[in-house]
Structure formats: structure tokens, C-alpha cells
């Protein structure tokens, strides 16, 4: 079992950043890749960023390319969003989740944290 708690969500106004992390910790962090997915009210859940366990691999949906970074700190268990020139449609709820292999699916994840919210103001 991996357990996630995702911290670092909050309101912030269009053009601003914010800084999500996920801490985890149970079965050993440094074997799973890790996923940020994002869901509005009203919308489906949906894929923002990936990283492999080491970090060669990672993927980005279109949407939020050039704007946010994913990364790892193996050593800390703590896999982190850094989010620029936020939009006001990139408010949402922000989940991190983790997996054997890298993924864009939501389905293909088996541990999942709560959730943190990100507000954008326009």
C-alpha cells in the first residue's frame, strides 16, 4: 500500500503559481511513477503530468505544457506540480496518484491521494 496526502493547493490570481506537493509514504515511493490528474465540478478527471521512478520519463497534457513542471525527490518521498501563469480554467481539484509505469489514464493508477484545490481568479 502507498499512501499520498497532496499539500500546497490554494487561491491565486490569473498569471500567479503555485506549488503542489505529495508526500508518500508505505511501500517504497522510489519503484512507482507518479501521476498528477485534475478535476473540476462537473468535469471528468482528468491527466495534467507524469513522471517515471527515476525521472527519464515525463509526459505532460497539452493543456498545461510550458506551463507546469512535475518532479521527484526520491529521498523525500515527495513528488511535486510546479504550476505557472495559472488560468482560471485550471481551477480544479488536484489529485497525485502513483503507479508501477508511467500513464495518462486515470484507470491505470491504484493509489490515489485526497486531493488539494487550486483556484484561479481571473
Known amino acids: 500500500q502507498v499512501q499520498l496526502v497532496e499539500s500546497g493547493g490554494g487561491l491565486v490570481q490569473a498569471g500567479g503559481s503555485l506549488r503542489l506537493s505529495c508526500a508518500a509514504s508505505g511501500r517504497t515511493f522510489s519503484v512507482y511513477a507518479m501521476g498528477w490528474f485534475r478535476q473540476a465540478p462537473g468535469k471528468e478527471r482528468e491527466f495534467v503530468a507524469t513522471?517515471?521512478?527515476?525521472?527519464?520519463?515525463?509526459y505532460y497534457a497539452d493543456s498545461v505544457k510550458g506551463r507546469f513542471t512535475i518532479s521527484r525527490d526520491n529521498a523525500e518521498n515527495t513528488v511535486y506540480l510546479q504550476m505557472n501563469s495559472l488560468k482560471p480554467e485550471d481551477t480544479a481539484v488536484y489529485y497525485c496518484?502513483?503507479?508501477?509505469?508511467?500513464?495518462?489514464?486515470?484507470?491505470?493508477?491504484?493509489?490515489w491521494g485526497q486531493g488539494t484545490q487550486v483556484t484561479v481568479s481571473s
Open positions: 513522471i517515471s521512478w527515476g525521472g527519464d520519463n515525463i
Open positions: 496518484a502513483a503507479d508501477r509505469l508511467v500513464g495518462t489514464s486515470a484507470s491505470e493508477y491504484d493509489y
